[in-house]
């Protein structure tokens, strides 16, 4: 069966939590501190599939149970941008966002975002440009939490790539498949 982007609909409720234990049972927990940004506003903007899977997200990681497969700290979940004096530009390098327009949700090592958009996309924001890349996206964040979690999974030597290559390829997400910046890359 070719798995597709519509399969991983409410994983973040429903399976992320058996896939951290099986392949992250002993990784140090996420904890942040208790006046991190509030999610809250943002969920007021995100269709219900979206919040809700923003909303579990945000849950697991509030509640220092969550495993570190993905660079959570004070100063990458619920970044405030303003407050940090970092411009966010959308992809076309001219639409100026704000804090209203993206929830952080975690780093990539390198100093760049993940946000989570308005319209429940999930994409890297550059640093460096201080823009949000069209070519890093995730249709969703149960996509991108899904990817992400096999991604260090395999990264971590836990779990084969042969066993997930093919299901990388059929969801088709640029921010797993794009040749110089996609996760698939930096998994071979």
């Known amino acids: 069966m070719t798995l597709s982007p519509?399969?991983?609909a409410g994983y973040t409720e429903d399976a992320l939590d058996a896939d951290l234990a099986r392949w992250f049972p002993d990784t140090q927990r996420v904890r942040i501190p208790d006046e991190t940004r509030s999610v809250t506003a943002f969920l007021e903007r995100l269709a219900p599939t979206?919040?809700?899977a923003l909303a579990a997200f945000d849950r697991r990681v509030r509640s220092g149970s969550l495993p570190q497969f993905l660079d959570i700290f004070d100063w990458s979940y619920g970044f405030d941008f303003a407050g940090n004096d970092c411009g966010i530009?959308?992809?076309?390098?001219?639409?100026?966002l704000s804090?209203?327009?993206?929830?952080s949700i975690g780093a990539?090592?390198?100093?760049n975002l993940y946000v989570v958009l308005t319209n429940g996309q999930v994409a890297v924001w550059f640093h460096e440009e201080e823009v949000v890349e069209t070519g890093t996206r995730f249709d969703s964040l149960d996509v991108f939490l899904w990817s992400y979690v096999r991604y260090s999974a395999v990264r971590a030597g836990t779990l084969e790539l042969s066993r997930v290559e093919a299901d990388f390829q059929?969801?088709?997400q640029d921010g797993a498949l794009e040749p110089q910046l996609g996760l698939l890359r930096f998994m071979t």
């Not at 804090?99 to 929830?103: A, M, P, Q, S, T």
């Not at 990539?108 to 100093?111: E, H, L, M, S």
Request: hydrophobic share 35%; aromatic share 8%; no cysteine.
């Open 6 to 8: 519509a399969d991983l």
């Open 50 to 52: 979206d919040a809700a």
């Open 89 to 96: 530009l959308d992809s076309d390098y001219e639409t100026a």
């Open 99 to 103: 804090d209203d327009d993206v929830y």
């Open 108 to 111: 990539d090592g390198g100093g």
């Open 170 to 172: 059929a969801l088709g």
